[in-house]
């Protein structure tokens, strides 16, 4: 596949991203004119009040946080791929979402919700970050991470945390309220999220993406090893550290408010792989952007494709990505890695 | 690969720093703005209407308050619980939404008295009950909560019933349901008919002895005390094995512990009519030796009556009295 330069491949995703926002906000359980949902969204007369609450509090808050969720999802794959040097670290194959969902149910059942919002993306994030720190441990062999031994550590660890989970949520259910209401959200998706569940995730992602793309030199000279990258001068245990944090707090955040939603981490990168070359300084932003284009178009089908019904989001993302991710492997068999 | 730390300006470089910038602005406004309970769990409890007359104000268990200006003339439900309530309180013209499942003869008691006009709505799906525009939505708490504080947010006000396990709470839910509608008038009538219903199957029940009853839903849930089921029983002359054992709430039980408590009649809710749950229960060997089944006195009912939180579901009390004392109404 002919590689795309850099700013072509990057203003592209940027349309792509306002294509997919426009195409988002223009789908729903009710049919909005093209030209009141302009009106709504630049505050000129003419939509009714009930059409403005819905485009403004209904539709933009759900496809913003769509936007922030895969796109974190996505860089974090790109950066734990590049800090694993290995293909399979996605945040759900190795344990990290499910680590994050532990801490959301934990912050749930213990009613840290009531005291302070903040808690459940702030437990979620700790959990996360906990559970990425012992895979890194488990799985590392003298500057080595074999794809065995990380899938291995990761259903391990995540099995725990899922198990943890459980348990959780089964003491939860005698409390059946709370039970009922931890459990719908464990299910994932997107649905009615508003403003405060943006402001929640989008503060903790653009601050993890800002720490990840600092470390693009660093990402880009450990694919050749540990040891290779000590020697160009990589302080190597420093660059996991903030790698592993900065991706923690946007996994975290992201699964604290769309529970934990697969592939996207895993199929974008390596998409954008084949478009924009492996360089980390122009694969991350790039699965930032592509990823939030994704999530967004998938959230938009899920809620369309059988309306009035709507299908989980993390059922979409894992039949569009399952498939295309069988497809590259076929395709480059043998030689598939992240160099 | 590049060598690091040899490379121009690059698009990570530059993003790293606006993000960083924009990321923490908008974390200081977002810490501001975000109150504690926004993401949090609903408060069960029923809410208090206040005011004689309107406009009256909504307070919320969870702290919410909202002002209903007049009496409404658009209403939205958005539980089957609630349906019924409406449909037994206000006119045809008034109800404007009522949850999908109103209309199932399976599960709603309500199935004559819906509207044709009114819209049927998929859960707290905001997008097409902001589109009725109503000038009073009902939830409960089971009510996907992101999607009722899209509500409150647009200013509609909602009532939220939080609790259902008790004729005194829904005694409470119904009396509330009538002072947000204006329609108090009405509402004590329901109670009246109601309590009237339960009086007269008090009277032809007392003095017998309570058999011991097991109410056995096909899927393993049974139903402990603190919950509506129980008081059903409890009122239609029986006793429950699963809350005489201190057992509380609707409960997953294994089924060996149930054989245990040597029922004397099985109840089993019956939800569709082609399907006997109580034929199933039988071919089951387990069961074979409880006094239920070896007195002939497994039962499947009607679920709709036995689990409905409305004053409709004295049907269920009416239902299950029949047969714990059938000898009580053969006149």
């Avoid at chain 1, 485009?55 to 791929?81: E, H, K, N």
């Avoid at chain 1, 660890?157 to 009922?180: I, K, N, P």
């Avoid at chain 2, 509330?176 to 009246?192: M, P, Q, S």
């Avoid at chain 2, 393993?220 to 603190?226: D, F, K, L, N, V």
Wanted: charged share 15%; proline share 7%.
């Amino acid at each position: 596949m002919r590689r795309l330069r850099a700013p072509t491949a990057l203003g592209l995703g940027l349309v792509v991203l306002v294509g997919a926002l426009a195409y988002g906000l223009s789908r729903g359980a009710v049919r909005i004119p093209a030209g009141d949902l302009l009106a709504s969204l630049v505050g000129l007369e003419g939509p009714t009040a009930w059409q403005r609450t819905l485009v403004l509090d209904v539709r933009l808050p759900r496809v913003v946080a769509g936007a922030f969720v895969g796109g974190g999802l996505a860089l974090s794959g790109a950066a734990l791929q590049g800090l694993f040097r290995n293909p399979l670290a996605d945040p759900g194959v190795i344990g990290v979402s499910s680590g994050a969902s532990l801490g959301a149910v934990l912050a749930m059942y213990l009613g840290l919700g009531a005291l302070s919002s903040w808690s459940i993306p702030a437990l979620s994030i700790a959990c996360a970050a906990l559970t990425a720190f012992v895979v890194y441990a488990a799985a590392s062999r003298r500057g080595r991470i074999p794809v065995g031994t990380l899938l291995l550590a990761g259903i391990a660890v995540g099995s725990f945390a899922s198990a943890l989970t459980s348990f959780v949520l089964s003491v939860a259910l005698d409390e059946y309220e709370q039970g009922r209401q931890t459990f719908r959200w464990l299910m994932g998706g997107l649905e009615a999220r508003n403003w405060h569940e943006v402001a929640l995730v989008g503060p903790p992602t653009l601050l993890g993406a800002a720490i990840v793309l600092t470390s693009f030199r660093e990402l880009d000279a450990l694919i050749l090893g540990e040891t290779e990258a000590s020697a160009v001068g990589v302080d190597v245990h420093r660059v996991r550290r903030r790698v592993v944090l900065a991706t923690s707090l946007v996994i975290g955040s992201a699964v604290a408010v769309s529970g934990v939603i697969g592939f996207v981490g895993l199929v974008i990168p390596h998409m954008l792989r084949l478009v924009v070359g492996p360089v980390h300084a122009v694969l991350l932003p790039a699965s930032l952007i592509y990823g939030g284009a994704f999530l967004v178009t998938a959230d938009a089908l899920a809620r369309t494709l059988l309306a009035p019904e709507e299908i989980r989001l993390g059922v979409v993302t894992a039949l569009i990505g399952a498939p295309f991710f069988l497809y590259l492997l076929l395709r480059r068999r043998g030689e598939y890695s992240v160099e | 690969v590049p060598p690091p730390s040899k490379r121009p300006a690059t698009p990570a470089a530059w993003a790293a720093p606006v993000l960083l910038l924009a990321g923490a602005l908008w974390l200081g406004a977002a810490l501001s703005t975000v109150r504690a309970g926004d993401l949090g769990l609903v408060r069960a409890g029923t809410p208090a209407i206040r005011g004689e007359t309107f406009p009256k104000e909504i307070l919320d268990p969870s702290g919410g308050r909202a002002v209903i200006p007049a009496a409404p003339r658009r209403v939205v439900s958005l539980n089957i619980g609630a349906d019924e309530i409406l449909t037994a309180l206000v006119e045809p013209e008034r109800v404007a939404g009522v949850s999908r499942f109103a209309d199932s003869p399976e599960m709603s008691t309500c199935v004559d008295r819906v509207p044709a006009h009114a819209a049927r709505i998929r859960g707290a799906d905001p997008e097409p009950i902001l589109a009725l525009q109503p000038d009073l939505v009902f939830a409960a708490v089971y009510n996907l909560e992101s999607g009722v504080r899209i509500l409150t947010g647009a200013g509609i006000p909602v009532v939220r019933f939080g609790n259902f396990r008790s004729y005194e709470d829904v005694i409470a839910n119904v009396r509330v349901a009538g002072a947000a509608l204006g329609a108090e008038a009405r509402a004590e009538a329901l109670i009246h008919q109601m309590n009237d219903r339960l009086g007269h199957i008090a009277d032809r029940i007392r003095d017998r002895k309570p058999p011991r009853v097991l109410y056995y839903s096909p899927v393993g849930y049974t139903s402990g005390g603190a919950t509506l089921v129980d008081e059903k029983i409890g009122r239609a002359g029986g006793l429950n094995v699963v809350s005489a054992e201190g057992i509380l709430g609707p409960k997953h039980l294994s089924v060996e512990l149930l054989v245990s408590l040597g029922p004397e009649v099985i109840v089993v809710p019956r939800w569709t009519p082609e399907h006997d749950p109580a034929a199933a229960l039988l071919a089951e060997p387990v069961w074979r030796d409880t006094p239920a089944v070896q007195g002939g006195r497994v039962h499947a009912l009607d679920a709709k009556w036995l689990t409905s939180v409305s004053p409709d579901g004295v049907r269920g009390v009416e239902e299950l009295a029949r047969v714990l004392h059938p000898e009580a109404f053969t006149s």
